[in-house]
């Protein structure tokens, strides 16, 4: 009663709930009292402060090309599902301090590892060492998705060098 529920994925079940404000995402789950709702901008402040990714970051980020969502990591390692637009791709790029596993779950992959480009199907894979240059391309008409597997010393994504990108990105490094 008097109450806003949200969940952007998990099933949201409330009993006997009043003058409450509660969103589920897949990182975060806020619960308030509605009265005090108007607190919300200080306690994101008070998280940024205390060096809280959620407070700045999903899950879920948004590019030209797509999106991707991180689904776990730990220590050495990042798992990621990235949907790729049909006609879209990624920059040409490499990592200095990781290694990437993609295996395709959806759609048809155009993959450039190292000086090889190749089509990769539902269910097939590559790795790509650290090191080697790479790029992600969607040449079908269905959204792509691969499941990437990061392993490393260092999963940021910040450690990107980018050769070329249609989107005119500058070049990161670390």
Known sequence: QNSY????GVMLAALGVQDLVVVATDDVVLVADKSRAQE??????RLKKAGRPEATTSSLVYRPWGWFRTLAEGNRFKV?????????????????????HWVVVQGCAQVTNGERVFLLHE????????????????????????????????????DIIREDDVYGRVETTL
């Open 123 to 158: 269910n097939e894979s590559t790795f790509i060492p650290s090191g080697h240059r790479h790029r992600l391309e969607n040449p079908g008409k269905l959204p792509l998705i691969i499941v990437e597997v990061q392993s490393g010393s260092y999963l940021g994504e910040d």
């Open 80 to 100: 990621k599902q990235i949907s790729v637009k049909p006609g879209e791709r990624l920059s040409l790029q490499k990592h200095l301090h990781r290694s990437e």
């Open 5 to 8: 529920l949200r969940s952007d």
């Open 40 to 45: 919300l901008s200080p306690m994101v402040a």
